[in-house]
Protein backbone atom coordinates (compact mmCIF):
# COMPACT_ATOMS: atom_id res chain seq x y z
CA UNK A 1 0.00 0.00 0.00
CA UNK A 2 2.64 2.13 1.11
CA UNK A 3 4.70 1.64 -2.17
CA UNK A 4 1.92 2.36 -4.54
CA UNK A 5 0.89 5.30 -2.87
CA UNK A 6 4.30 6.78 -2.68
CA UNK A 7 4.88 5.93 -6.43
CA UNK A 8 1.52 8.19 -6.60
CA UNK A 9 2.96 10.89 -4.69
CA UNK A 10 6.53 11.21 -6.46
CA UNK A 11 4.47 12.11 -9.80
CA UNK A 12 2.71 14.08 -8.44
CA UNK A 13 5.38 16.41 -6.66
CA UNK A 14 7.53 15.69 -10.20
CA UNK A 15 6.04 19.33 -11.41
CA UNK A 16 7.70 20.85 -8.91
CA UNK A 17 11.64 19.67 -9.19
CA UNK A 18 10.65 20.36 -12.58
CA UNK A 19 10.54 24.34 -12.13
CA UNK A 20 14.57 24.94 -11.87
CA UNK A 21 15.28 21.83 -14.03
CA UNK A 22 17.92 24.14 -16.38
CA UNK A 23 19.26 26.10 -13.36
CA UNK A 24 17.22 29.29 -14.34
CA UNK A 25 16.61 30.23 -10.38
CA UNK A 26 20.23 30.12 -9.81
CA UNK A 27 21.10 31.82 -12.95
CA UNK A 28 18.44 34.49 -12.16
CA UNK A 29 19.84 35.19 -8.62
CA UNK A 30 23.85 34.97 -9.84
CA UNK A 31 23.26 37.74 -12.58
CA UNK A 32 20.56 39.80 -10.24
CA UNK A 33 23.58 39.75 -7.52
CA UNK A 34 26.57 40.55 -10.03
CA UNK A 35 24.62 43.38 -11.76
CA UNK A 36 23.93 45.30 -8.13
CA UNK A 37 27.81 44.63 -7.75
CA UNK A 38 28.39 46.48 -11.13
CA UNK A 39 26.21 49.19 -10.18
CA UNK A 40 27.86 49.89 -6.80
CA UNK A 41 31.38 49.26 -8.50
CA UNK A 42 30.57 51.88 -11.48
CA UNK A 43 29.10 54.36 -8.20
CA UNK A 44 32.66 53.84 -6.74
CA UNK A 45 34.60 54.99 -9.57
CA UNK A 46 33.18 57.33 -11.70
CA UNK A 47 33.51 61.18 -11.17
CA UNK A 48 30.93 62.75 -8.23
CA UNK A 49 29.40 65.19 -10.87
CA UNK A 50 28.98 62.76 -13.89
CA UNK A 51 25.16 62.07 -14.22
CA UNK A 52 25.29 58.50 -12.97
CA UNK A 53 24.94 59.96 -9.39
CA UNK A 54 21.82 61.66 -10.67
CA UNK A 55 19.44 59.22 -8.53
CA UNK A 56 16.93 58.54 -11.38
CA UNK A 57 20.02 57.43 -13.21
CA UNK A 58 20.64 54.52 -11.65
CA UNK A 59 16.94 53.86 -10.84
CA UNK A 60 16.98 53.58 -14.59
CA UNK A 61 19.84 51.21 -14.59
CA UNK A 62 18.17 49.32 -11.71
CA UNK A 63 14.72 48.84 -13.84
CA UNK A 64 16.87 47.90 -16.86
CA UNK A 65 19.14 45.36 -15.53
CA UNK A 66 15.78 43.43 -13.54
CA UNK A 67 13.76 43.94 -16.86
CA UNK A 68 16.94 41.96 -18.92
CA UNK A 69 17.51 39.25 -16.53
CA UNK A 70 13.61 38.53 -16.35
CA UNK A 71 13.52 38.28 -20.21
CA UNK A 72 16.45 36.68 -20.66
CA UNK A 73 15.19 33.84 -18.09
CA UNK A 74 11.97 34.03 -20.00
CA UNK A 75 14.02 33.20 -23.42
CA UNK A 76 16.15 30.64 -21.63
CA UNK A 77 12.77 28.86 -20.36
CA UNK A 78 11.35 29.51 -24.16
CA UNK A 79 14.13 28.25 -26.57
CA UNK A 80 15.41 25.78 -24.19
CA UNK A 81 13.56 23.98 -22.04
CA UNK A 82 10.41 24.17 -23.19
CA UNK A 83 11.51 22.67 -26.69
CA UNK A 84 13.15 19.43 -25.24
CA UNK A 85 11.86 18.73 -22.36
CA UNK A 86 7.73 20.63 -22.51
CA UNK A 87 6.14 23.09 -21.06
CA UNK A 88 4.10 23.50 -17.56
CA UNK A 89 2.20 25.98 -16.11
CA UNK A 90 1.74 26.21 -12.40
CA UNK A 91 -1.43 27.02 -10.37
CA UNK A 92 -0.83 30.21 -8.21
CA UNK A 93 3.01 31.36 -9.21
CA UNK A 94 3.05 34.44 -7.06
CA UNK A 95 2.41 32.29 -4.42
CA UNK A 96 5.42 29.77 -5.33
CA UNK A 97 7.92 32.13 -6.22
CA UNK A 98 7.37 34.36 -3.05
CA UNK A 99 9.07 31.21 -1.33
CA UNK A 100 12.76 31.41 -1.32
CA UNK A 101 12.09 35.40 -1.20
CA UNK A 102 10.37 35.00 2.68
CA UNK A 103 12.29 31.84 3.33
CA UNK A 104 15.78 34.48 2.87
CA UNK A 105 14.10 37.70 4.72
CA UNK A 106 13.27 34.86 7.62
CA UNK A 107 17.19 34.05 7.56
CA UNK A 108 17.73 37.79 7.66
CA UNK A 109 15.66 38.69 10.09
CA UNK A 110 16.59 35.47 12.52
CA UNK A 111 20.52 36.72 11.61
CA UNK A 112 19.93 40.13 13.21
CA UNK A 113 18.27 38.73 15.98
CA UNK A 114 20.88 36.34 16.89
CA UNK A 115 23.59 38.87 16.52
CA UNK A 116 21.44 41.33 18.67
CA UNK A 117 21.21 38.39 21.57
CA UNK A 118 25.21 37.34 21.25
CA UNK A 119 26.61 40.45 20.01
CA UNK A 120 24.67 43.26 20.95
CA UNK A 121 23.23 44.18 17.54
CA UNK A 122 26.88 44.64 16.12
CA UNK A 123 26.81 42.61 12.98
CA UNK A 124 28.71 42.62 9.38
CA UNK A 125 26.05 43.88 6.80
CA UNK A 126 27.81 40.60 4.66
CA UNK A 127 26.77 38.10 7.28
CA UNK A 128 23.37 39.18 6.68
CA UNK A 129 23.53 38.79 2.67
CA UNK A 130 25.46 35.51 3.80
CA UNK A 131 22.90 34.05 5.66
CA UNK A 132 20.65 35.30 2.98
CA UNK A 133 22.25 34.07 0.15
CA UNK A 134 22.47 30.43 2.09
CA UNK A 135 18.86 29.55 2.53
CA UNK A 136 17.93 31.37 -0.62
CA UNK A 137 19.86 28.65 -2.49
CA UNK A 138 19.30 25.67 -0.77
CA UNK A 139 15.05 26.76 -1.08
CA UNK A 140 15.81 28.36 -4.72
CA UNK A 141 18.47 25.93 -5.78
CA UNK A 142 15.95 22.71 -5.92
CA UNK A 143 15.93 19.93 -6.74
CA UNK A 144 19.14 19.37 -4.69
CA UNK A 145 22.11 17.11 -5.85
CA UNK A 146 24.91 16.47 -3.97
CA UNK A 147 27.48 18.04 -6.11
CA UNK A 148 25.03 21.38 -4.96
CA UNK A 149 26.01 20.60 -1.03
CA UNK A 150 29.45 22.11 -2.44
CA UNK A 151 28.29 25.52 -3.57
CA UNK A 152 26.06 25.57 -0.64
CA UNK A 153 29.62 25.14 1.60
CA UNK A 154 31.25 27.60 -0.61
CA UNK A 155 28.57 29.88 -0.01
CA UNK A 156 28.89 29.09 3.70
CA UNK A 157 32.25 29.91 4.00
CA UNK A 158 32.18 33.13 1.65
CA UNK A 159 29.92 34.88 4.46
CA UNK A 160 32.97 34.65 6.86
CA UNK A 161 35.68 35.03 4.57
CA UNK A 162 34.90 37.30 1.78
CA UNK A 163 36.02 40.66 2.18
CA UNK A 164 33.12 43.23 2.60
CA UNK A 165 33.74 44.91 -0.62
CA UNK A 166 33.25 41.59 -2.98
CA UNK A 167 30.73 39.62 -1.17
CA UNK A 168 27.70 40.72 -3.81
CA UNK A 169 30.05 39.90 -6.29
CA UNK A 170 31.31 36.31 -4.64
CA UNK A 171 27.69 35.08 -4.15
CA UNK A 172 26.47 36.46 -7.59
CA UNK A 173 29.76 34.38 -9.71
CA UNK A 174 28.73 30.92 -6.63
CA UNK A 175 24.93 30.92 -8.23
CA UNK A 176 25.97 31.67 -11.35
CA UNK A 177 28.91 28.91 -11.60
CA UNK A 178 25.66 26.46 -9.82
CA UNK A 179 23.21 27.08 -12.49
CA UNK A 180 25.94 27.05 -15.52
CA UNK A 181 26.21 23.59 -13.88
CA UNK A 182 22.99 22.88 -13.58
CA UNK A 183 22.51 24.03 -17.22
CA UNK A 184 25.42 22.81 -18.29
CA UNK A 185 24.08 18.58 -17.51
CA UNK A 186 20.75 19.60 -18.17
CA UNK A 187 21.54 20.31 -22.02
CA UNK A 188 23.71 16.92 -21.52
CA UNK A 189 21.01 14.68 -20.71
CA UNK A 190 18.37 15.88 -22.62
CA UNK A 191 17.72 16.27 -26.30
CA UNK A 192 15.75 18.12 -28.21
CA UNK A 193 12.94 16.92 -29.69
CA UNK A 194 12.13 15.86 -33.41
CA UNK B 1 -17.38 -10.80 1.03
CA UNK B 2 -15.14 -9.02 2.79
CA UNK B 3 -15.64 -5.13 2.59
CA UNK B 4 -11.96 -4.27 1.53
CA UNK B 5 -12.83 -7.10 -1.67
CA UNK B 6 -15.99 -5.04 -2.34
CA UNK B 7 -14.79 -1.68 -2.64
CA UNK B 8 -12.49 -2.78 -5.44
CA UNK B 9 -14.94 -2.89 -7.63
CA UNK B 10 -15.58 0.80 -6.50
CA UNK B 11 -12.50 1.91 -8.50
CA UNK B 12 -12.04 3.71 -10.75
CA UNK B 13 -10.60 1.85 -14.34
CA UNK B 14 -10.29 4.54 -16.18
CA UNK B 15 -7.48 6.26 -13.42
CA UNK B 16 -6.11 2.78 -12.29
CA UNK B 17 -4.69 1.94 -15.56
CA UNK B 18 -0.71 2.67 -14.64
CA UNK B 19 -0.09 5.21 -17.67
CA UNK B 20 -3.09 7.19 -17.20
CA UNK B 21 -2.53 6.83 -13.43
CA UNK B 22 1.06 8.50 -14.00
CA UNK B 23 -1.19 11.19 -16.65
CA UNK B 24 -3.23 12.32 -14.03
CA UNK B 25 -1.08 11.98 -11.25
CA UNK B 26 1.26 14.65 -13.27
CA UNK B 27 -1.49 16.67 -14.25
CA UNK B 28 -2.88 16.98 -10.77
CA UNK B 29 0.33 19.20 -9.87
CA UNK B 30 0.02 21.63 -12.10
CA UNK B 31 -2.66 23.92 -14.06
CA UNK B 32 -1.57 23.12 -17.53
CA UNK B 33 1.29 20.86 -19.35
CA UNK B 34 2.01 20.01 -22.85
CA UNK B 35 2.19 16.21 -24.60
CA UNK B 36 5.98 17.06 -24.74
CA UNK B 37 6.28 17.22 -20.74
CA UNK B 38 3.99 14.39 -20.13
CA UNK B 39 5.89 12.28 -22.32
CA UNK B 40 9.32 13.09 -21.16
CA UNK B 41 8.14 12.54 -17.69
CA UNK B 42 5.76 9.21 -18.58
CA UNK B 43 8.51 7.90 -21.01
CA UNK B 44 5.41 6.60 -22.67
CA UNK B 45 5.84 6.19 -26.59
CA UNK B 46 3.77 9.04 -28.60
CA UNK B 47 1.07 7.00 -29.45
CA UNK B 48 0.24 5.18 -26.27
CA UNK B 49 0.41 8.65 -24.67
CA UNK B 50 -2.15 9.69 -27.26
CA UNK B 51 -4.38 6.91 -27.10
CA UNK B 52 -4.68 7.64 -22.83
CA UNK B 53 -5.17 10.95 -23.27
CA UNK B 54 -7.99 9.95 -25.82
CA UNK B 55 -9.70 8.23 -22.91
CA UNK B 56 -9.47 10.42 -20.38
CA UNK B 57 -10.99 13.23 -22.71
CA UNK B 58 -13.55 11.01 -23.82
CA UNK B 59 -14.04 10.24 -19.92
CA UNK B 60 -14.50 14.23 -19.24
CA UNK B 61 -10.90 14.19 -17.13
CA UNK B 62 -8.61 15.74 -19.23
CA UNK B 63 -9.30 18.94 -21.08
CA UNK B 64 -7.39 19.48 -24.76
CA UNK B 65 -6.25 21.95 -26.40
CA UNK B 66 -4.40 22.37 -29.56
CA UNK B 67 -2.60 25.31 -30.47
CA UNK B 68 0.25 27.20 -31.91
CA UNK B 69 3.49 28.65 -30.66
CA UNK B 70 4.99 30.30 -33.56
CA UNK B 71 4.77 27.48 -36.53
CA UNK B 72 5.22 25.05 -33.72
CA UNK B 73 2.08 22.80 -32.90
CA UNK B 74 1.06 22.25 -29.04
CA UNK B 75 -0.94 20.12 -27.49
CA UNK B 76 -1.84 22.06 -24.08
CA UNK B 77 -3.23 19.25 -21.34
CA UNK B 78 -5.46 20.37 -18.11
CA UNK B 79 -6.96 18.14 -15.63
CA UNK B 80 -10.71 19.05 -15.42
CA UNK B 81 -12.41 19.17 -12.21
CA UNK B 82 -14.12 15.97 -12.94
CA UNK B 83 -10.60 14.72 -13.02
CA UNK B 84 -9.65 16.72 -10.14
CA UNK B 85 -12.34 14.72 -8.43
CA UNK B 86 -11.74 11.43 -9.91
CA UNK B 87 -8.16 11.40 -8.43
CA UNK B 88 -8.85 12.09 -5.37
CA UNK B 89 -11.50 9.58 -5.32
CA UNK B 90 -8.88 7.28 -6.58
CA UNK B 91 -6.17 7.63 -4.14
CA UNK B 92 -9.29 7.22 -1.01
CA UNK B 93 -10.30 4.22 -2.62
CA UNK B 94 -7.07 3.10 -2.83
CA UNK B 95 -6.54 3.46 0.60
CA UNK B 96 -9.20 2.20 1.92
CA UNK B 97 -8.66 -1.66 -0.40
CA UNK B 98 -5.50 -1.93 0.34
Known amino acids: MKEEELEIQDYVSRPCRYVN ?32 HRPWAQAVC ?30 DTVK ?19 A ?13 LGAVNFVFYAVAAQPFRPWKYGFLLLIA ?8 AYALLFFGLVFLASGMTTLTLYLRQTRAAQ | MNAGVR ?43 SSHLARL ?9 KTFQGKIPRTLLQLTAAGRAAFEKYR ?6 L
Request: hydrophobic content about 50%; glycine content about 8%; charged content about 20%.
Open chain 1, 21 to 52: IDGSNELTWGAMCCGFYFVDWLHAIVSPDSLW
Open chain 1, 62 to 91: MVAMVGLIYLAGKALKRYVTYPRTGFVAYP
Open chain 1, 96 to 114: RRMVPVVAAAVAAAATFVI
Open chain 1, 116 to 128: LVLRGGHLRMETI
Open chain 1, 157 to 164: AGTFCVAD
Open chain 2, 7 to 49: NIGEIDRVVHEPGRLMIVALLSAVKQADFLYLQHETGLNKGTL
Open chain 2, 57 to 65: EEAGYVAIE
Open chain 2, 92 to 97: RDLKRV
